[in-house]
């Protein structure tokens, strides 16, 4: 019998994140274009909560993006959204200010 998969932390959805985006040469060129960031500062990056939450905010902000990324890496939507509350904190859907 296979063991229960847990969802993945919202660490490691941020990472799955960040490795599709740099499998998609287009994609992640739009990301760096839209954030301002260089293409040698994400190592970097990845360590900077700021930097996960707008990275999780660029796939939230476009439906076909975030289906995509869940298509090609098997998470959840839902996993995505949770990591996008995670890493970006209360808003006005949560009803918490």
């Not at 990056?45 to 902000?61: V, Y």
């Not at 990591?83 to 200010?97: F, I, K, T």
């Amino acid at each position: 019998m296979k063991p229960l998969e847990l969802p993945p932390s919202p660490e490691e959805t941020a990472i799955a994140v960040l490795t599709w985006l740099a499998g998609e040469p287009e994609m992640l060129g739009r990301f760096l274009a839209l954030t301002g960031t260089r293409a040698d500062q994400l190592r970097q990056a990845i360590n900077d909560p700021g930097f996960l939450a707008g990275m999780l905010d660029f796939l939230m902000g476009h439906e076909p993006t975030l289906i995509a990324f869940c298509d090609a890496s098997g998470i959840a939507p839902e996993t995505v959204v949770k990591a996008w509350r995670h890493y970006s904190g209360p808003g006005l859907d949560s009803g918490e200010y």
